[in-house]
């Protein structure tokens, strides 16, 4: 008798703010090799610390190696386990289909590499895979093969996964796996992405039991749970149904786990606010006070949203910035909300061009955060300072800004508010990209224990276009933004018509009507506008699809981008040309009609 699994301990999860629990998951299952000499299916299950749990949630997985590769048993245990450790050793900010799409395509690389052509055996390494992330109220699924995941609710069982398998032979009493996980070095894997009730129960269970059993059967010994079924309830049923197909005549390997949900996060707004709240905004901070150690010894910035101080802690004399949310806002769950996410980021985020953050004490009362100390001047400043730069000096910083906008990328971050007055440059050049309270992160996108935004984030005349038409925002809204910045800074200018907050009312996209910024600088060359007009494309279809391709046009001439525009009619290539040329003509003939 195999009995593969992590954890089968209850677990629940907490929100960011450490409240009472929301989401609690529970297992119990059971696997035999039956009538078979070698075990090789497997199944694990974890419930993580409440940190995994808020982003990467709760992950039950089960495989069933494949009988005819030799290391069949192997790939099976290897496949679950290593699933699972892989995949909460992914980045917090991903969401659970990157993280998960992720682990499983360097699984299934790494079982792929392990044939041994040479042994004439093709596939050694064989298994299929079936997997459960339960985050927040969402449940997603990850199966490829003929193992099966299914739901009980409501006294019926409802099967989500389709088994990869078709029969063959006389009778079609041959079963031929049609997908397995290190079979093939081009892997596709089914994904669902269903809703999570409370009181569901979860199936998992590998062929030598649903081909065997069916759904009135596994359903009949389902029914024997208790109400709120515990870990070892889960368990003896799970024997039992396991119990229940070797009777039926299953002479396969035998493995069935069982995952209840007893609670989900489905909380009232009211809560959520109410969490949020759970710490106190400090008040004005003078010159001279403390708070939590903290020494004040500048006041740096107030505004009606945030007071920044420069201050020092008693244990540790290196200057620091000390970020504190304005009371205006204390009623304001977006922003309290982004501004707790600031700090969560900047402690996720190492990269010597994005500022380093650290929440408050976790036993301070006082919602603040710390963030690194950059003496130097806005990116606003410095284009007040270089009216006319060079490209080459525009180019420099916007290399940096780009280098922290690739990490935000590859975390699964939209910066959402970039605009000069968050970017800022020391004496030495160096850039650095501050201000991240409206950060859009993917893994806690995914939960539905947070405020939902109501208006698009970020600043006007930066923000992406689809931001303001369908709120969404991706790292091309990003891009979108560092357009319009790398304009402003050449120009002094905005490349679209300024907006002013009452008059934002637009229907499409063909409402932004670019500016040449050879309209305000003529000494530009043309490739350069080429560029800019491309980065900052209304369209987020028609811009460029990687921050590496923008700057390679801002670097160099990109020859295709010329010949194309030189085959476009003028009309297409400079429309306020043609439209001034044809209202000179219109001119000159109605003088002429005028005097003849």
Known sequence: MSHNHLDTTEGSAKNPQNTSSSLKVCFGGYSTAGLKPENQ?????????????????????????????????????????????DYYATSDTWSTQKSASKVLTSLNQWLFSQTDAQSGETHQWLTTFSALVVKSSTGYIFHVGDSRISVYRQNDIEIITRD???????????????????????????????????????????????????????????????????????????????????????????????????????????????????????????????????????????????????????????????????????????????????????????????????????????????????????????????????????????????????????????????????????????????????????????????????????????IAPETLLTMHADYKSDLFSLGVIAYEMLCGSLPYKPMVRAEVNFSSYSEFQYKSIKHVRDDLPLWLDLALKKATQADPSLRYQAFSEFFADLSKPNVNALQEYKKQPIMERNPIQFWQGMSAILFVALIVTLFT
Not at 42 to 65: E, Y
Not at 336 to 361: D, L
Request: aromatic residues 6%.
């Open 41 to 85: 299916d497997a199944f694990a299950a974890l419930v993580p610390n409440n940190n995994d749990m808020m982003s990467k949630g709760v992950v039950a997985a089960i495989a069933d190696g494949v009988s005819s590769a030799s290391r069949a048993a192997d790939a099976a245990q290897i496949s679950v386990t290593q699933f699972i450790n």
């Open 164 to 462: 990869h398998n078709r029969r063959s032979g006389n009778g079609s009493a041959h079963v031929v796996l049609t997908r397995a996980l290190g079979a093939d070095p081009r892997l596709k894997v089914d994904v669902h992405q269903i809703d999570i009730k409370a009181g569901d129960i979860y199936i998992l269970t590998c062929d030598g039991v649903h081909d065997f059993l069916s759904s009135a059967a596994i359903q009949s010994k389902l029914k024997t749970l208790p109400d709120t079924p515990t870990n070892e309830d889960l368990e003896v049923v799970s024997k039992s149904i396991v119990d229940f197909a070797l009777e039926m005549g299953s002479d396969d390997n035998i493995s069935c786990l069982l995952v209840y949900v007893g609670d989900t996060p489905n909380r009232e707004l009211a809560e959520i606010e109410r969490d949020l709240l759970s710490k106190t905004i400090p008040p004005a901070l003078d010159v001279g006070m403390k708070i939590d150690g903290y020494k004040v010894c500048k006041t740096i910035h107030a505004s009606i949203r945030s007071h920044l101080y420069l201050v020092e802690h008693e244990s540790d004399p290196t200057p620091m910035i000390l970020k504190v949310p304005s009371e205006n806002f204390s009623d304001d769950m977006v922003y309290i909300q982004g501004f707790m996410r600031e700090a969560w980021i900047g402690e996720r985020v190492n990269h010597r061009n994005v500022m380093k953050v650290k929440s408050a004490p976790p036993n301070s009362r006082f919602l603040y955060h710390v963030c690194e100390y950059i003496e130097g001047q806005t990116l606003s400043e410095w284009i007040h300072d270089n009216p006319n730069p060079s490209i080459a000096q525009v180019r420099e910083i916007l290399e940096q800004v780009i280098m922290a906008l690739r990490t935000f990328q590859r975390l699964d971050l939209v910066h959402r508010d970039l605009k000069p007055d968050n970017i800022m440059i020391d004496a030495y050049g160096k850039v650095t990209l501050i201000d991240y309270g409206t950060v859009l992160i993917a893994s806690l996108e995914e939960n539905s224990d947070t405020v939902a935004e109501s208006v698009p984030q970020g600043s006007l005349n930066y």
